[in-house]
C-alpha cells in the first residue's frame, strides 16, 4: 500500500473516470494528512458547540468507504466493527468510540478501507448500477453517482478537518 497521506493533484486531462478516481484519492489524502502526526489527545479534541473530532471523522469515513463501495454498491455484507454494532441503540457509535481507539489504528483503518473501496471498484464502467436501493427508494445508482457521493462527502469533512486540526495545533493550509 502507498503512503495514504500522499497527495497527487489530480489530473488536468483524463477520462471521466481517471480524474473521480484522482479526485476522490485527493480527497482520502487530504483527511490522512490533516491527522498525521497527531496522538490521541489530538485526535479527541472537539470545538465547541460540536463534538466532532479528527478521530472521529477517521472512523466515519472509514465506515462510509466501506458502507458504499462494499454493502452498497457490491451487497457484500459488512466487516467488523461495524457488522456488531448496534446502530439502533448507538446511531454515532463511529464517532463516539473513536477517542477509545489507538490513532495509528484509526489511521490505518481508514487508508485500509480507502483500497478496499479502490480495488472493489477497479475497472468497474462508472454506469455499473448498484446491488442496493438507496434507501427509501427503488432507485439503485450508478457508480459514477456514488463516487461523486463521496467527492462531496470529503469535501465536506476535509473543511470540518481543517477547523479542528488549527484548533488542536494551529496547523493551517492544504
Known amino acids: 500500500m502507498t503512503d495514504p497521506t500522499l497527495r497527487t493533484d489530480p489530473p488536468a486531462v483524463g477520462s471521466e473516470a481517471e480524474q473521480l478516481r484522482a479526485f476522490l484519492d485527493f480527497h482520502r489524502a487530504t483527511l490522512q494528512q490533516k ?8 485526535l479527541a ?26 454493502y452498497f454498491f457490491h ?13 439502533d441503540d448507538d446511531p454515532d457509535w463511529e464517532w463516539r468510540t473513536a477517542a477509545d481507539d489507538d490513532p495509528d489504528d484509526l489511521r490505518a483503518r481508514h487508508a485500509a478501507a480507502a483500497q478496499r473501496s479502490r480495488d472493489l471498484v477497479a475497472g468497474v464502467d462508472l454506469d455499473r448500477l448498484s446491488a442496493r436501493r438507496l434507501r427509501g427508494s427503488d432507485e439503485r445508482t450508478t457508480l459514477r453517482w456514488i463516487m461523486l457521493h463521496m467527492v ?3 469535501a465536506r469533512h ?15 493550509g492544504e
Open 45 to 70: 479534541a472537539t470545538l465547541p458547540p460540536s463534538t466532532m473530532t479528527l478521530g472521529g471523522l477517521l472512523k466515519h469515513m472509514a465506515l462510509v468507504e466501506e458502507n458504499w463501495f462494499s
Open 75 to 87: 451487497d457484500h455484507p459488512m466487516g467488523e466493527p461495524w457488522a456488531s454494532v448496534p446502530w
Open 35 to 42: 491527522t498525521a502526526g497527531l496522538d490521541a489527545a489530538g
Open 158 to 172: 476535509n473543511g470540518h478537518a481543517d477547523l479542528l486540526r488549527e484548533s488542536v495545533d494551529g496547523s493551517v
Open 152 to 154: 462531496e462527502e470529503y
